[in-house]
């Protein structure tokens, strides 16, 4: 029997339930207890990128994660890999909301190198296809964008991914491409979002698209998010590859929001002898405002704390208009006090070293000094005795 361990981070399990780095992947936290794998015949399937579905292993058959299985499809079949068995199955359909008393499709037997073969050589036309597509409807003046194309496991049918802005009549197209490529023709439209998660890249923050490496469920952004972080509103900076708002721009903006209920309101004007300043700019981290004597440029800016904005709403509130806006003149910063993370120095043992080449040097001048009076140690044991 053959057991597998990931990097200490699953349980050692036979039927090797480690981790896979997928999207899409759900942990079977309970893959090493028997009772939760016989609980259910349904098993999931993934195909290729973020295809996923739920079949029946009406067969009986060893099914564990990683197998490639061939399951039933229409037209022919499909080759796929086994993502999960078990208990956690059923919790997942009723995620999707999938019932079990609905007709499910049935796994047809464990993939033979006859399948893999031939899903191979229909994998490797895929690209081929999808430029040779994009030139059919190119000529046909279709306003749209074939962005993936994926064969079935046994080469009768293609699914062709397609993002457009607005509704494409692509009859005539799925005419020419059965024409050409001799195979049954399906059409998904995805979001722009959808297409970059399934091309991939690496974004200006170094690491690798959300959409491609965690993210399934996409939620709109909208640029008051960028407003509430204060955040340039540069449609170069705040758009991602996929030419739409920054998914990451939603990640924070619930603790700003949460931060600036100790800030008084941006629409409060401070009123001054001198002039009625207005707000420009809210350092969050710095507890920090920032205002302007002019409404929309900035002009004669002036930095406050949000404890003295407070005191100046309040006297504005009472008929009082303080000199200026800093207080006593000059607005006071703030002490930083910097003390060490650490229990003890990280220098604590270069002191003991200094000591020690000290005692060194000491000894060997002492040596080095009485040359006349040459120095003899005699080294006895415990029970040594004198006779």
């Keep these: 029997m053959d057991y597998q361990l990931y990097n200490g981070q699953c349980c050692i399990n036979s039927k090797g339930c480690c981790r ?15 009772q939760a794998q016989q609980v259910t015949d349904y098993v999931e399937v993934q195909f290729k990128n973020t295809r996923k579905d739920y079949y029946l292993n009406s067969n009986k ?45 049935r796994v047809y037997r464990k993939a033979k190198p006859v399948d893999i073969d031939k899903y ?25 964008k074939i ?66 490496g965690w993210m399934c469920n996409f939620v709109s952004v909208a640029t008051g998010a960028a407003r509430i972080q204060d955040i340039s509103l540069n449609p170069q900076k705040l758009a991602g ?13 619930n603790s700003y929001m949460e931060a600036q209920r100790k800030f008084p309101s941006r629409e409060i004007q401070l009123e001054t002898k001198d002039a009625t300043y207005y707000h420009f700019k809210t350092d969050v981290f710095g507890n920090q405002m920032q205002y302007s004597t002019d409404k929309h440029l900035a002009s004669n800016l002036v930095t406050i704390s949000s404890e003295r904005a407070y005191e100046i709403i309040y006297q504005n509130r009472k008929g009082q208009k303080p000199l200026s806006l800093l207080s006593d003149g000059k607005e006071a910063k703030p002490k930083r006090e910097y003390h060490d993370i650490l229990e ?12 020690k080449k000290q005692h060194n040097r000491e000894w060997k ?12 140690f005699v080294h006895q044991p415990k029970n040594f005795q004198k006779k």
Aim: net charge positive.
């Design 20 to 34: 896979h780095r997928n999207k899409l992947n759900t942990y079977d936290w309970l893959c090493d207890i028997p």
């Design 61 to 105: 058959l060893d099914l564990a994660k990683g197998d490639i299985v061939a399951v039933e499809s229409s037209p022919g079949h499909d080759i796929g890999t086994i993502t999960l068995t078990g208990k956690l199955v059923l919790l997942q359909m009723k995620k999707h909301r999938i019932r079990p008393d609905v007709e499910i499709r």
């Design 120 to 144: 191979e050589e229909a994998k490797a036309k895929e690209h081929q296809t999808m430029i040779r597509a994009r030139k059919i409807a190119e000529a046909l003046g279709l306003k749209m």
């Design 147 to 212: 962005g993936d194309v994926e064969y079935q496991g046994d080469g009768n049918k293609a699914i062709f991914y397609y993002i457009a802005d607005e509704r494409v009549d692509f009859r005539q197209l799925i005419k020419d491409l059965a024409e050409a490529f001799r195979v049954r023709i399906e059409m998904k439209q995805i979001g722009a979002r959808q297409e970059a998660g399934r091309i991939g890249g690496i974004g200006p923050c170094g690491r690798e698209l959300c959409c491609s």
């Design 241 to 253: 590859q996929c030419a739409k708002l920054k998914c990451c721009l939603n990640y924070e903006v």
């Design 344 to 355: 003890e120095s990280v220098t604590r043992f270069d002191s003991a070293k200094k000591k």
């Design 365 to 376: 001048s002492q040596e080095q000094g009485n040359t006349s009076e040459p120095r003899v």
